[in-house]
């Protein structure tokens, strides 16, 4: 399992505004469609976990080279 992202404080907002979109659809009926929605947040996700490991991985080779970041 990866482990989770360290989100900014614009993808939190985003999230929730994504999630709070869903909450008001799932009030309007069970089965609307919130697939598009659930595709934004999956993506916002992806680029934090993508970002936290890059960070990651230059912190790693700053360390191995000697160098402080």
Do not use: C, H, N
């Not at 999956?42 to 970002?51: C, K, L």
């Amino acid at each position: 399992m990866a482990k989770d992202p360290k989100f900014t404080p614009g993808e939190i907002t985003q999230i929730a505004w994504y999630t709070a979109r869903m909450a008001k659809r799932g009030i309007a009926s069970q089965t609307v469609y919130q697939g598009d929605l659930e595709r934004k947040v999956d993506r916002i996700i992806d680029r934090a976990r993508e970002r936290t490991e890059q960070e990651e991985r230059e912190a790693a080779a700053a360390k191995k080279s000697g160098k402080r970041k």
